[in-house]
């Protein structure tokens, strides 16, 4: 199963938040620390706050921080929602007829299965553990402070 670059842009974000808990952190550092367009850390941040995971504020003391404790916020829930559906080929959606063997063909049974695997390894785990104190991971960030490096770009569609 591949996830979704938008997927891996909120769990990164995520991740952000949580190594910096003490303290505000914007769009422009986020995209510095990670290598990747203002636009799509932008897009990511609204959907994580909306999502009820980031509380965001505008202006000139504005930025963003995490909305819950990072012991709150579980993997499978980012991902599925992320994600927005657990289907892995178009022939899985409901009522598709994309396949001649779709009626008796028993490759359903076995991706719900495994996408089903996916998640409940996922459930196990929370930001607190991906983040476990945040020393090393800030170790490994660009700092706050730094300049952005030339052409930060990526992709975050969903």
């Not at 706050?49 to 504005?62: F, H, M």
């Amino acid at each position: 199963m591949r996830l979704t670059t938008f997927t891996d842009y909120s769990l990164r974000v995520l991740i952000y938040l949580a190594a910096y808990p003490d303290r505000r952190a914007t769009i422009a550092e986020v995209s510095r620390a990670f290598h990747v367009s203002e636009s799509h850390v932008a897009k990511v941040v609204q959907f994580l706050g909306a999502a009820g995971w980031l509380q965001n504020s505008r202006g000139r003391n504005g930025g963003m921080r995490l909305a819950v404790r990072p012991v709150e916020i579980r993997l499978d829930e980012v991902v599925k929602l992320a994600e927005g559906s657990d289907v892995p080929a178009q022939c899985f959606e409901p009522g598709s007829e994309a396949c001649v063997i779709v009626r008796c063909c028993r490759l359903k049974g076995a991706f719900a299965e495994a996408v089903n695997a996916f998640y409940q390894s996922l459930a196990q785990y929370t930001l607190e553990d991906l983040v476990q104190g945040g020393q090393e991971i800030r170790g490994m960030l660009v700092s706050p402070d730094a300049r952005p490096p030339s052409g930060a770009t990526g992709s975050a569609s969903r």
